[in-house]
C-alpha cells in the first residue's frame, strides 16, 4: 500500500460533454431520427410549423437557405436564398406570422450589423422590415397583435451590448425592452403574454420576464431562472401548452426542459452525444395538435431534424394563429 496512488478515472462521457450532476437525475429521453437533410454538417435553426403542421420550416445557416419541408413526403424545398439579398450574412432563423407570412431574422458575421426581411411561403414578396435595420437580429416571437419581440444577439460577458427589442405591427419604429445582455438568442412569449423569456448564450442564463399590459418589464419582476454550465450555452427555446420551456443546449447535443417557473424538469438526449456526435442542438419545437418535438442538429454523422416527445401538446397560441 506504500505505492499506491489515489488516481482519477474517466466515466463514460467525460471526455465529451457530460452532464452536469445537478442534471443527471432528470428525466430523460432520447430522441430518434426523422429526417438526414445532409451529409456534411451544417448548422439549421428556425424549426417550427404552419397551421396545419404539415409544413415544417428551418433555416440552413452557413448555406443561407429559408427551407420547407413536407411531414408525409420528407420532402425538402428551398424556398430563398438569402445571398441574393444580403450578401455576407448569416441567415438566425424563421418564424411564421399569423398571416402565414415567413419572417426571417439575420446578421453580419461581425454581429455588428444586420435586420429582418419577410416573404410569403410560396417565394414572393420579399420585404425588409426598415425598423429592424441595423438589428443584430437573431430570433423573433410574436404577440397577438402581430407585434415581435426580437432577440439582439451582440455583446459578451465582459460587454454587456446585447438587447431586447420590440417592433409593432405597422413596423415604424423599435425601442428596446431589455438591456446589458451577452449575445441573447432564443426568445418565447406565453400565450397569455404575461412572461417573455429570453436565453442570454454567453452567460448561460434562463431569463424570465414578467410583462406590464403594454408589453414592458414589470417593476422587480425579471428573474435568471437557472444558469445552464458548461460550453457554449443556451439556444433557442419554445412553449408548449403547460408553459413548459424546451430549450436546445450548444453545441452539448440536449434540449433542457423547464417548467412555467423555470425549474428544470426533463431533458432530450441525442443519439451518440456521449461519443461527441450530433452536439450542435440548435432548436426544439413541437408540431402542432401533438406531444411531438423536433429538433435540429448536426455532428459527424451529418445534419438532422430528430424528434421526441414532450410533456404536454403544443401551445395552441404559440404563433398566435388563431
Same mark, same amino acid.
Given at each position: 500500500?506504500?505505492?499506491?496512488?489515489?488516481?482519477?478515472?474517466?466515466?463514460?462521457?467525460?471526455?465529451?460533454?457530460?452532464?452536469?450532476?445537478?442534471?443527471?437525475?432528470?428525466?430523460?429521453?432520447?430522441?430518434?431520427?426523422?429526417?438526414?437533410?445532409?451529409?456534411?454538417?451544417?448548422?439549421? /435553426?428556425?424549426?417550427?410549423?404552419?397551421?396545419?403542421?404539415?409544413?415544417?420550416?428551418?433555416?440552413?445557416?452557413?448555406?443561407?437557405?429559408?427551407?420547407?419541408?413536407?411531414?408525409?413526403?420528407?420532402?425538402?424545398?428551398?424556398?430563398?436564398?438569402?445571398?441574393?439579398?444580403?450578401?455576407?450574412?448569416?441567415?438566425?432563423?424563421?418564424?411564421?406570422?399569423?398571416?402565414?407570412?415567413?419572417?426571417?431574422?439575420?446578421?453580419?458575421?461581425?454581429?455588428?450589423?444586420?435586420?429582418?426581411?419577410?416573404?410569403?411561403?410560396?417565394?414572393? %414578396?420579399?420585404?425588409?422590415?426598415?425598423?429592424?435595420?441595423?438589428?443584430?437580429?437573431?430570433?423573433?416571437?410574436?404577440?397577438?397583435?402581430?407585434?415581435?419581440?426580437?432577440?439582439?444577439?451582440?455583446?459578451?460577458?465582459?460587454?454587456?451590448?446585447?438587447?431586447?427589442?420590440?417592433?409593432?405591427?405597422?413596423?415604424?419604429?423599435?425601442?428596446?425592452?431589455?438591456?446589458?445582455?451577452?449575445?441573447?438568442?432564443?426568445?418565447?412569449?406565453?400565450?397569455?403574454?404575461?412572461?417573455?423569456?429570453?436565453?442570454?448564450?454567453?452567460?448561460?442564463?434562463?431569463?424570465?420576464? /414578467?410583462?406590464? /399590459?403594454?408589453?414592458?418589464?414589470?417593476?422587480?419582476?425579471?428573474?435568471?431562472?437557472?444558469?445552464?454550465?458548461?460550453?457554449?450555452?443556451?439556444?433557442?427555446?419554445?412553449?408548449?401548452?403547460?408553459?413548459?420551456?424546451?430549450?436546445?443546449?450548444?453545441?452539448?447535443?440536449?434540449?433542457?426542459?423547464?417548467?412555467?417557473?423555470?425549474?428544470?424538469?426533463?431533458?432530450?438526449?441525442?443519439?451518440?452525444?456521449?461519443? %461527441?456526435?450530433?452536439?450542435?442542438?440548435?432548436?426544439?419545437?413541437?408540431?402542432?395538435?401533438?406531444?411531438?418535438?423536433?429538433?435540429?442538429?448536426?455532428?459527424?454523422?451529418?445534419?438532422?431534424?430528430?424528434?421526441?416527445? %414532450?410533456?404536454?401538446?403544443?401551445?395552441?397560441?404559440?404563433?398566435?394563429?388563431?
Amino acid at each position: 500500500m506504500e505505492n499506491y496512488i489515489p488516481t482519477l478515472n474517466y466515466k463514460h462521457g467525460d471526455r465529451c460533454v457530460p452532464i452536469p450532476y445537478s442534471e443527471r437525475e432528470l428525466q430523460s429521453v432520447v430522441a430518434k431520427p426523422f429526417v438526414k437533410v445532409s451529409d456534411k454538417q451544417s448548422d439549421l /435553426e428556425g424549426v417550427c410549423f404552419d397551421k396545419t403542421g404539415r409544413t415544417m420550416y428551418f433555416v440552413n445557416c452557413p448555406e443561407n437557405h429559408v427551407c420547407s419541408l413536407n411531414m408525409e413526403t420528407k420532402q425538402i424545398k428551398v424556398l430563398c436564398e438569402v445571398n441574393k439579398y444580403a450578401p455576407g450574412t448569416w441567415i438566425a432563423s424563421v418564424k411564421v406570422h399569423k398571416d402565414g407570412r415567413l419572417f426571417v431574422p439575420y446578421f453580419t458575421l461581425d454581429h455588428k450589423d444586420g435586420g429582418i426581411f419577410f416573404i410569403n411561403p410560396d417565394r414572393s %414578396g420579399f420585404t425588409q422590415v426598415e425598423a429592424a435595420k441595423g438589428l443584430v437580429a437573431d430570433d423573433i416571437s410574436f404577440d397577438s397583435k402581430g407585434g415581435m419581440y426580437i432577440t439582439d444577439m451582440s455583446g459578451l460577458p465582459t460587454e454587456l451590448t446585447g438587447t431586447v427589442a420590440y417592433i409593432p405591427a405597422d413596423g415604424n419604429k423599435c425601442h428596446t425592452v431589455i438591456r446589458n445582455l451577452a449575445a441573447p438568442n432564443g426568445i418565447a412569449l406565453s400565450s397569455d403574454e404575461k412572461v417573455l423569456w429570453v436565453t442570454d448564450t454567453l452567460t448561460g442564463n434562463i431569463i424570465r420576464n /414578467e410583462l406590464t /399590459e403594454n408589453g414592458e418589464i414589470l417593476p422587480f419582476c425579471q428573474t435568471v431562472v437557472y444558469c445552464v454550465k458548461g460550453h457554449c450555452g443556451p439556444d433557442s427555446i419554445e412553449l408548449d401548452e403547460d408553459g413548459n420551456v424546451y430549450n436546445a443546449i450548444y453545441p452539448q447535443g440536449r434540449v433542457i426542459v423547464y417548467n412555467q417557473n423555470g425549474y428544470p424538469i426533463g431533458q432530450i438526449l441525442m443519439p451518440g452525444r456521449d461519443e %461527441g456526435q450530433l452536439l450542435s442542438t440548435t432548436h426544439a419545437t413541437l408540431r402542432p395538435n401533438t406531444r411531438e418535438v423536433y429538433i435540429c442538429t448536426n455532428g459527424t454523422t451529418g445534419t438532422w431534424i430528430l424528434r421526441a416527445g %414532450g410533456f404536454a401538446k403544443a401551445d395552441a397560441n404559440a404563433f398566435f394563429m388563431k
